[in-house]
């Protein structure tokens, strides 16, 4: 499901509370109302967002916790600078 163009895009954008879907929209940019669509039926299946009447879309307790382990993953990445070895000193 993370291979799919746009899913953790709208996990991303969901981290700040809930969103309707032309917010969503805005917020992802390019994506097409059909791809978004499909991206949000995908992750409520999955469990991983929840749809609340008249707010839209909100991360469940499961995609708050895929958000935190993004959070993390997006960290490390930052620890790889272009030429520096992962045992390189980064202090």
């Known amino acids: ?4 163009k746009w899913a953790l895009r709208v ?8 969103l309707n879907f032309r ?3 805005a917020a992802c940019g390019d994506v097409s109302p059909s791809v978004l669509q499909r991206r949000l039926h995908e992750l409520r299946r999955l469990g991983l967002i929840e749809k609340i009447p008249r707010l839209g879309y909100r991360l469940s307790a ?3 916790r895929l958000f935190q382990v993004l959070v993390m993953l997006n960290k490390w990445s930052g620890d790889y600078r272009p030429g ?3 045992d390189d000193n980064l202090d």
């Open 62 to 64: 499961g995609g708050e």
């Open 11 to 18: 996990i991303w954008e969901l981290r700040v509370g809930p």
């Open 23 to 25: 917010a969503l929209q």
């Open 1 to 4: 499901m993370f291979g799919q």
């Open 84 to 86: 520096l070895q992962p």
